[in-house]
């Protein structure tokens, strides 16, 4: 197991976001953004989230499909006399390039009450059709792409200040963030117990598959449902991005990501293949097969 308790701190560095702290480290000559454990307020004031957990098997669930995505270590970090789990994330920023969000781009092209943070589908949509800095065609099907990868391993915040652009001013260089900011999916607030009472229970695992937990997009200022958006078929661009990705999904990989996942008990892998087989089979293969008809 890496312990990266004694690599350099870059405290000339520093990390937004939410889901726990964040420093800069350097491991192996590179910077990485070392991200510890949030504390868990929906089951108590001692309990931290897994959060750190669903940041490191949600990227590598995602790169099995092709995705270009952060790069994402599981190590420990010793704090206090305790030691955490905490996720490494390679610092994709260097030699003057920056990570612009996508809410500073939709706020440059779009006026709206919510600004760039709104997440109005209709909106993003026009955002990125109307921006001039990058090419729409490629940007769009980017934008699917995570959207269905997103729903295989049910993210929950995907909003649009946590996927964005790679921009050198000086160079006038720019391209697209690998997908990052992955705490938010895998149900990281569920305890081990918590699992274990879920898992034999159909009803509770279905609910986790049909009814949350939702997109951050929204329709008419609802959150989406990611099994009724996906199964109408009624966005081509949607339906596009399923035919890119199902057949890339490879449920042995991911097993066998999740089996080799060090920290975390029998029970979470055991609960982790089973939710992502029902959200591949009920969600995806189901909207799939659909299409193909």
Same mark, same amino acid.
């Given at each position: 197991m890496i312990n990266f308790t $004694?690599?350099?701190i870059?405290?000339? *560095? &520093? &990390? !937004? !976001?939410?889901? !726990?702290?964040k420093i800069c480290i350097r491991y192996n000559d590179e910077d990485y953004m070392l991200k510890f454990p949030g504390v868990n307020e929906g089951i108590s004031e001692h309990g931290y989230s897994n959060n750190c957990i669903s940041e490191y098997l949600a990227c590598n669930i995602i790169k099995t499909l092709g995705l270009k995505v952060q790069e994402t270590i599981l190590g420990t970090y010793k704090l206090n006399d305790m030691e955490k789990i905490v996720v490494a994330c390679k610092d994709f920023t260097s030699n003057g390039t920056v990570l612009k969000q996508f809410a500073e781009l939709k706020n440059s092209q779009i006026e709206t009450s919510k600004n760039g943070y709104g997440t109005e589908l209709e909106e993003v949509i026009k955002t990125i059709e109307e921006q001039q800095i990058y090419d729409v065609k490629e940007l769009k099907e980017f934008f699917w792409d995570m959207f269905i990868a997103d729903c295989l391993v049910g993210n929950f915040d995907r909003h649009n200040g946590n996927w964005g652009f790679l921009i050198n001013e000086a160079q006038r260089k720019i391209e697209i963030a690998p997908i990052y $900011?992955?705490?938010s999916c895998l149900y990281p607030q569920l305890t081990d117990e918590r699992m274990s009472e879920i898992i034999n229970n159909q009803e509770e695992m279905e609910a986790r598959v049909f009814i949350f937990p939702t997109s951050s997009l929204k329709i008419n200022d609802k959150k989406i449902n990611y099994f009724n958006y996906i199964s109408n078929l009624e966005s081509e661009e949607c339906n596009n991005a399923l035919s890119r990705?199902?057949?890339?999904?490879? #449920?042995?990989?991911?097993? *066998?990501v999740i089996d080799e996942t060090p920290f975390i008990s029998n029970v979470r892998k055991e609960f982790y293949k089973k939710i992502i087989q029902m959200r &591949?089979? /009920?969600? #995806? /293969?189901?909207s799939y097969e659909k299409l193909c008809r």
């Open positions: $004694d690599c350099e870059n405290n000339f *560095k &520093y &990390y !937004g !976001g939410k889901n !726990g702290g $900011d992955c705490a990705i199902f057949p890339k999904i490879n #449920l042995e990989k991911i097993n *066998k &591949y089979e /009920k969600i #995806l /293969k189901f």
